[in-house]
């Protein structure tokens, strides 16, 4: 499977289930962010959070 058929194939979810994301998998896809560009090379950053009470992984730092 190559990027355009991951691209063509992803899908919207609209419900979540409350197992939590393992944390390899979580690291795994803040690295991959980490090296995705951004937006006028303003380079946001990120910071995990592991949360159960909190709706995302991520707290973004200004």
């Known amino acids: 499977m190559d ?3 991951i691209i063509r194939g992803r899908r919207s979810v609209r419900q ?3 197992d939590r994301v ?3 998998l979580a690291m795994k896809v803040l ?3 980490a090296w995705a560009p ?6 946001p950053s990120a910071v ?5 009470g909190l709706s995302s992984i991520v707290v973004w730092v200004e």
């Not at 995990?48 to 159960?52: G, I, K, L, S, Y």
């Open 22 to 24: 393992p944390k390899a």
């Open 3 to 5: 990027v355009y058929d």
């Open 48 to 52: 995990p959070r592991r949360d159960p």
């Open 31 to 33: 690295e991959a962010a």
């Open 16 to 18: 979540y289930t409350a």
């Open 38 to 43: 951004s937006g006028r090379n303003q380079q």
